[in-house]
């Protein structure tokens, strides 16, 4: 089994900065894929940004250029920094991983942008 734990979630106003953090219980280098998806009221949950072991990342068109996704491997965390946060970045986040061909999800953090 494996626990991916959120945290860093809030409420911002547009255009600020947040930054999440996903704890794995397991060594992050040894999952196939690390990342972050979203899911907003009434939408389809949707990739943000994915990592994998060798460092190739992935970017949702929308938030190309304002969110980061970087590992800190000291702490076995993957991390999403999102700079100028818009409205509709408004969701739930949720950390994701694969790992021997099974997937896990950590249980969401909410992301609030609004004035």
């Known amino acids: 089994q494996v626990q991916l734990v959120e945290s860093g979630g809030g409420l911002v106003q547009p255009g600020g900065s947040l930054r999440l953090s996903c704890a794995a219980d397991?060594?992050?280098?040894?999952?196939?894929?690390l990342g972050w998806y979203r899911q907003a009221p009434g939408k389809q949950r949707e990739v943000v940004a994915l990592?994998?072991?060798?460092?190739?990342?992935n970017y949702a068109d929308s938030v190309k250029g304002r969110f980061t996704i970087s590992r800190d491997s000291a702490k076995n965390t993957v991390i999403l920094q999102m700079n100028s946060l818009h409205p509709e970045d408004t969701a739930v986040y949720l950390c994701y991983g694969t790992r021997i061909a099974l997937a896990y999800w950590g249980q969401g953090t909410q992301v609030t942008v609004s004035s």
């Open positions: 397991k060594d992050i280098f040894s999952f196939d894929v």
């Open positions: 990592i994998t072991p060798g460092g190739d990342e």
